[in-house]
Every structure is written in C-alpha cells, then in structure tokens.
C-alpha cells in the first residue's frame, strides 16, 4: 500500500459525458502527478501540482483540467468523453516539487468510455 | 526534449536464468534515471534509482541497473530470475522537477 488513495477504482460512462477522478496523496506529500496508462500510448505524464499551484504539464489534452486544493487532494477533470480516453489513470504523490523526487503511485482509477 | 526507449517490449525467461531489461535516454543536460515495476492491476513502484555517485545501482529484491553515460542507457539486470518477477517494468527519466518521461515498458514472463 503506497498510502495514495484514488476514487474510484473503475468508472463506465458514455462518449461526451464528464467525468471526475480524485486523488489523496501520502500524508505529507505536496506534490501530486497524474498519469494516463494506455494500451496504444503507454504510460504518459499528464500534469504536476505542487501545493496548490501548477508545476509541470505532460501531455494533457484541452478537454482535460486538474487542480490540487488546500487540503492537498487533487481531481483530474476529463470532458467531452471520447472512445480514445478509456484508460487507466493513476496519481502520483511525492514530498517535494524540487529536482528529483520519488513518487507513490496509486491503486488507479480504470475508465471505460463506451 | 528528453525521451526513453527499452528496446523489447516483451521478455519471456525461464525461472532461475539472467535477465536484462534494455533502456536508452536522450537528454541534453543530467538527467535522474528510474527503474518502476508494476504488478498486475497494481499501480507502479519505485524498484530503484540513479541520481549519482557510483553508476551501479541496486535494489533489495536482487536487481541492479549501470548508469552508462556514454552509452546514455540504464539497463536493467538480474542473475536469476523468480516467477514473483513477472510483471511489467518501466524505465523513467527526470530532467525537469517533476517532470518524468517513461518508456512504453517491458512486460517481463518468467516461466517455471
């Protein structure tokens, strides 16, 4: 068990529906990453968030929002739902936002777009 | 830009035999090296890292990888392998805060 907590586990929903993913890092930990693990793209970092503010951004489509509030969870936004986007999501949590940083990855939340 | 290439995408090994799991980066500056494994519908954990110092890395379940910065790779090793090691593993790189590039991963069958 990471200590990073993701809600929830599995989420079936149609084209052009919104959905949202939430994220509870390790306690103590500032930092939360988003990643989508897909069978044609692989895994791919979708955005950092540090405290409360935007750190770094991966490839995160338009359609797709996330924000980190002060209690420190996070929730990834995804939008305007295409077959494309079923995949895995996981969030990451890490001490720190500075150079090098070791991330605990969560359970992950797998989305099903019909 | 930096990017991660591991070169087999699948790796099939009888139990108890070596193995070595390929990766090669592309960075123009220093770069942190990562090696993760995820299990079977679990999400990813560290197994090790390189961030400097002595470029021979290990884990403590009997993994190692070299930093080679000439070769820019950071293979993955083991001398005997156990069926508990099936699963997929990751080769990840670090250059901006945060910012970590993965490759496509290799899955990784040990056979009895």
């Known amino acids: 068990d990471s200590g990073v907590t993701q809600t929830p586990k599995h989420l079936i929903t149609a084209t052009g529906q919104r959905v949202t993913l939430r994220c509870s890092p390790r306690s103590g930990d500032l930092s939360v990453y988003w990643y989508q693990q897909s069978l044609d793209q692989g895994l791919q970092f979708l955005i950092q968030?540090?405290?409360?503010?935007?750190?770094a951004k991966g490839n995160i489509l338009e359609r797709f929002s996330a924000q980190q509030f002060p209690d420190l969870h996070s929730e990834l936004n995804l939008s305007s739902l295409e077959l494309g986007d079923s995949a895995l999501y996981f969030c990451?949590?890490?001490?720190?936002?500075?150079?090098?940083?070791?991330?605990?990855f969560g359970p992950g939340t797998r989305l099903t777009v019909l | 830009a930096q990017s991660v290439t591991q070169l087999d995408s699948q790796v099939p090994v009888f139990e108890e035999a070596p193995v070595e799991l390929r990766c090669n980066y592309s960075?123009?500056?220093?770069?942190?090296l990562f090696w993760y494994v995820q299990y079977p519908n679990q999400g990813l954990q560290l197994l090790l890292k390189?961030?400097?110092?002595?470029?021979l890395v290990e884990s403590i379940n009997g993994f190692e990888a070299e930093f080679n910065k000439s070769q820019t790779s950071f293979h993955l090793r083991k001398p005997s392998v156990h069926i508990s090691d099936t699963a997929e593993y990751f080769c990840a790189v670090e250059e901006n805060a945060g910012k970590s590039t993965f490759g496509d991963g290799t899955t990784l069958t040990v056979k009895p």
């Open positions: 968030y540090y405290n409360g503010e935007e750190r």
């Open positions: 390189y961030l400097s110092g002595s470029t």
């Open positions: 990451a949590s890490s001490a720190s936002g500075t150079k090098y940083n070791e991330q605990f």
């Open positions: 960075s123009s500056v220093s770069v942190y």
